[in-house]
């Protein structure tokens, strides 16, 4: 695994995983983690396209709402 898969996996985790419910709540978060999750998505599709499903699912699943 290259380093910007495991970052891509550590900001994952410690941006979303691991934010304390109800994530409505803690909005300004949610906004780095979104920017974050971009740059990195990018830099992972650049030298990877195949990178391009992740992205999609990680469109796919930040609009779905979590109760």
Do not use: D, K, N
């Not at 380093?3 to 909005?27: C, G, K, V």
């Not at 930040?62 to 109760?67: A, C, E, K, P, Q």
Request: charged letters at 10%.
């Amino acid at each position: 695994r290259g380093p910007s898969q495991l970052m891509a996996a550590a900001w994952i985790y410690l941006m979303f995983t691991r934010l304390p419910p109800p994530r409505q709540a803690h909005r300004l978060r949610m906004g780095v983690f979104f920017v974050g999750v971009l740059a990195i998505g990018s830099v992972l599709m650049l030298r990877l396209p195949l990178f391009f499903i992740f992205m999609i699912a990680l469109a796919w699943t930040s609009g779905t709402r979590v109760t």
